[in-house]
C-alpha cells in the first residue's frame, strides 16, 4: 500500500526557510512524480512543484520559482521542498502526492495524483 507522510512543517517568521520531507513507501512502480501542493484556509489546492521518478525532472509554479527547491533522498525514498525567504501568505498546509506515469502537461493536475498524504502545517507570521 503507497503511503506518503509529510513531516517538517512548523511556524517561522518572514523571511526565515523551512524544509518539508515526504517520505514514500510502497511504490512499486518505477514511473512516477511526487509533487508538493499547498492549500490556505479558502483556498483552493495549489500547485508547487513536482520531481519525477527515475530522472529527477523538477517542475516549479510560476510563484514559487527561485525561492522553493526540491531535492531528493533516493535510498530513504524522500523528497524535500526546501522554502527559503518565506512570506506570510506561504501559510498553508502542504501535501505530498503521486502521480503514476507522469507527463510534463498533467504535473500540476491535482485530478491526475492517486495518493496524498495529510499534509504538514506551515504557518509564517511575526
Known amino acids: 500500500q503507497v503511503q506518503l507522510v509529510e513531516s517538517g512543517g512548523g511556524l517561522v517568521q518572514p523571511g526565515a526557510s523551512l524544509r518539508l520531507s515526504c517520505a514514500a513507501s510502497?511504490?512499486?512502480?518505477?514511473?512516477?512524480?511526487i509533487a508538493w501542493f499547498r492549500q490556505a484556509p479558502g483556498q483552493e489546492r495549489e500547485f508547487v512543484a513536482a520531481?519525477?521518478?527515475?530522472?529527477?525532472?523538477?517542475w516549479y509554479g510560476d510563484s514559487f520559482k527561485g525561492r522553493f527547491t526540491l531535492s531528493r533522498d533516493s535510498a530513504k525514498n524522500t523528497v524535500y521542498l526546501q522554502m527559503n525567504s518565506l512570506k506570510p501568505e506561504d501559510t498553508a498546509v502542504y501535501y505530498c502526492?503521486?502521480?503514476?506515469?507522469?507527463?510534463?502537461?498533467?504535473?500540476?493536475?491535482?485530478?491526475?495524483?492517486?495518493?496524498w498524504g495529510r499534509g504538514t502545517q506551515v504557518t509564517v507570521s511575526s
Open positions: 502526492a503521486r502521480q503514476p506515469n507522469p507527463i510534463a502537461s498533467t504535473i500540476s493536475n491535482r485530478g491526475r495524483y492517486d495518493y
Open positions: 510502497g511504490l512499486t512502480s518505477n514511473s512516477y512524480a
Open positions: 520531481m519525477r521518478r527515475p530522472n529527477g525532472a523538477t
